[in-house]
């Protein structure tokens, strides 16, 4: 069985190839390309776009080989020479199948079509949906944030309104990727209500997914956590929900005076220098001005961009996880968090309804509502006999949802029943 992937990154194995540093996305396809790899019934290549090349680039990995190929955009969908990489490695490789992570960029459009000239069995892996969450983007920001201009937002034409503007853009893509296929692999109840709506004719296949080995090692313990700290993975624009986490700190610092909160990624406030100042988004702006208006300076830490060792120790670290997003399918995080048993309190918005069982193993909030975002962490803080009873239920719930030979064993059965 002869297996192309079509991702938006490159998995660590091929950044090393061209020498580059790894990045901290994609990671959930690591264990799983790996297992897939070592099935004796399955050849797997994988490909990806690249900045900066004209031309394929192959890369021969242990058991992989990868192709990356120049950047696909929107304009460059119907470009036969634009298609043209695509349709070379598809050539060389000469898949059974080609599964397709994600739908928010071009090439995923690209090589539907293409497929499609070729008549090649497709599937696509619904990731998010840029279509949908372009509908909740504004994450009700009062309207002057929404419409004002920084000027980094200015010289990028990039201010809020815009950045919605380009994932509706983005998401006529998406659909019109998702009209086209036969078969879609989901793994909530939201995926598989947002894709039906789209294309009610795909054949729809669950599968959970397997996350990064980190993850799998260890189990958090609340003797050895930052006692009242907080940790949230991201919170560079509006739908990631970092506005309604701050909101919901007064609340808690007033019950816990010592609280910190962690954020996930670059410091999006940073205004130290001219530069800085100069580089600052209207949401970071926004941020910034909430941090202030809650005397929150001393009570928030930014961590910077954290690889996998680094994640799993943070979360380890934490007293309580928290997802406040206004919209995501699985959310990752969440899942990265339950596994270590880390308790955790979550949005209750799309797929992640299918990942919480409240009160047993976790706590849902309404996205909205950060005073209840604040009653359930202040609920974790004061009782630490709830706090490993949700530890210990999240970690056997989690254990059971991303096993790796399970989700494995699913995937071929689905690669086996398209081909079949």
Request: charged content about 25%; glycine content about 4%.
């Amino acid at each position: 069985m002869k297996l192309l992937w079509l991702t938006n990154v490159p998995l660590p194995e091929a950044s090393l190839l061209m020498n580059e540093d790894p990045t901290p996305f994609g990671g959930w396809l690591i264990n799983a390309s790996r297992d897939l790899s070592e099935q004796t019934n399955c050849e797997l290549a994988i490909s990806f776009p690249k900045n900066g090349i004209k031309d394929i680039k192959t890369l021969q990995g242990k058991k992989i080989n990868y192709y990356a190929f120049p950047n696909i955009y929107s304009g460059d969908v119907p470009s036969i020479e634009k298609n043209m990489h695509l349709e070379i490695i598809l050539d060389e490789v000469k898949p059974d199948i080609v599964h397709i992570f994600g739908t928010e960029y071009a090439h995923t459009l690209a090589m539907v079509n293409v497929c499609q000239k070729k008549n090649i069995n497709t599937i696509i892996s619904i990731q998010g949906l840029v279509s949908i969450c372009a509908r909740h983007y504004m994450a009700c920001l009062p309207a002057n944030v929404q419409n004002r201009f920084t000027i980094r937002d200015f010289i990028r034409q990039d201010n809020l309104k815009q950045q919605q503007s380009k994932f509706i853009k983005r998401g006529e893509s998406e659909i019109e990727a998702l009209q086209k296929v036969k078969h879609i692999i989901g793994r909530t109840t939201w995926d598989r209500a947002c894709t039906y709506q789209i294309n009610p004719d795909a054949a729809y296949h669950f599968c959970n997914e397997t996350l990064r080995d980190e993850f799998y090692k260890y189990s958090w313990d609340i003797n050895n956590c930052e006692k009242h700290s907080i940790f949230i993975s991201q919170g560079s624009y509006p739908i990631k929900g970092l506005h309604f986490m701050l909101e919901a700190m007064p609340l808690i610092l007033k019950r816990f005076p010592d609280t910190k909160l962690y954020v996930g990624g670059q410091n999006i406030t940073k205004s130290d220098t001219l530069k800085d100042k100069l580089k600052i988004s209207s949401y970071g702006k926004y941020i910034k001005e909430l941090i202030r208006r809650y005397n929150l300076e001393k009570s928030v830490v930014f961590t910077g961009i954290l690889d996998e060792k680094q994640m799993c120790e943070r979360y380890l670290q934490s007293h309580v996880f928290v997802s406040p997003s206004m919209i995501e399918n699985e959310s990752n995080s969440l899942s990265e968090a339950k596994i270590m048993g880390v308790p955790s309190v979550a949005s209750y918005v799309g797929g992640v309804t299918d990942r919480i069982q409240h009160g047993k193993d976790g706590f849902f909030y309404q996205h909205d509502a950060p005073y209840m975002l604040a009653y359930y962490v202040c609920e974790i803080f004061t009782c630490d006999e709830l706090a490993v009873q949700l530890s210990e239920k999240a970690r056997e719930h989690a254990l059971k949802t991303h096993d790796r030979e399970t989700n494995t064993k699913q995937l071929i059965v689905i690669y086996k029943s398209i081909i079949g």
